[in-house]
């Protein structure tokens, strides 16, 4: 059994690349394989917003990604540098930034970039989703 | 792999995407950064457009980004000594290594004597490369 990091590059709807790294991550953890952890980079920030409304007959990105977390106690981190820049805010962050509201979705956590390199170092296999 | 309780992971970051136009560069860049206070072997690659992000005398003035260029000169500070530019994507763009900026390091272990990071290798080689690492991040 392989122990996998997974990076997603790519915001959700406009790109497959977040779609990919979900299926992946299912298949991966209905095999019995680990997943140490998701991360979310550049525009893939995007996938852990809570504000995301979706037509009612579409997929619904953010909430997959929840209820996997929620089912599996999959680790998912939006990276904070790239977090900030697209509007992406926890509680914490919000607070201090002097912003009014925060849209972090369930199961999703903010942190540095120093999680990417630490699943990399961790993980026996890691996974890159973008272009 | 093991340097005592510390895994040394060979780690390679790859630039594939032009400077400006989209975020990846500086935000590879940013990775880049942060990754060497880990203590890997990390390496960096420039290839398909990547290999415009080290273009001497970029200006940005006229496009309101900023330019982050000067700061792969600093890399060599941060440890990073092993730079791959891919030969083919050089020539598919009319460039050669005299346009690009000429990156150092120190060496420690040779009195501090400055010498070339960049090492330009074929695409045959560079899949060899690749081929050695444990984890390649793609940006």
């Known amino acids: ?131 | 792999m093991e340097d005592g309780d510390q895994v040394i992971k060979k780690f390679m970051y790859m630039n594939r995407k032009a400077p400006y136009g989209t975020i990846y560069a500086l935000e590879s860049l940013e990775v880049v950064l942060i990754a060497a206070a880990f203590d890997q072997d990390v390496s960096l690659v420039f290839a398909d457009d990547g290999v415009y992000q080290l273009m001497k005398n970029q200006n940005t003035e006229e496009i309101g980004m900023k330019n982050f260029s000067p700061t792969y000169s600093a890399l060599g500070d941060y440890d990073i000594k092993k730079i791959y530019i891919e030969k083919e994507s050089l020539d598919e763009r009319g460039l050669s290594l005299d346009d690009l900026q000429d990156l150092k390091y120190e060496d420690e272990d040779d009195d501090w004597a400055e010498k070339d990071s960049i090492h330009l290798v074929s695409r045959e080689e560079l899949a060899e490369v690749i081929d050695q690492q444990d984890v390649v991040f793609s940006f």
């Not at chain 1, 852990?48 to 990105?61: C, E, F, K, M, Y």
């Not at chain 1, 849209?103 to 990399?120: D, K, P, T, Y």
């Open chain 1, 1 to 131: 059994l392989v122990k996998f990091g997974i990076l997603v590059n790519e915001g959700p709807y406009t790109h497959q690349a977040s779609d990919s790294a979900y299926e992946f991550a299912k298949a991966a953890i209905e095999k019995g394989h680990e997943i140490f952890r998701v991360f979310f980079y550049h525009d893939g920030v995007n996938n852990g917003t809570s504000l995301a409304v979706p037509p009612q007959d579409d997929r619904h990105i953010p909430n997959r990604w929840s209820e996997l977390a929620k089912e599996h106690s999959v680790d998912l981190v939006l990276c904070v540098a790239a977090a900030q820049r697209r509007g992406i805010l926890d509680e914490d962050e919000a607070k201090r930034n002097g912003k009014t509201s925060n849209n972090v979705a369930e199961g999703f956590r903010i942190s540095g970039l120093g999680q990417l390199i630490e699943a990399g170092i961790q993980a026996d296999r890691m996974v890159v989703f973008g272009d």
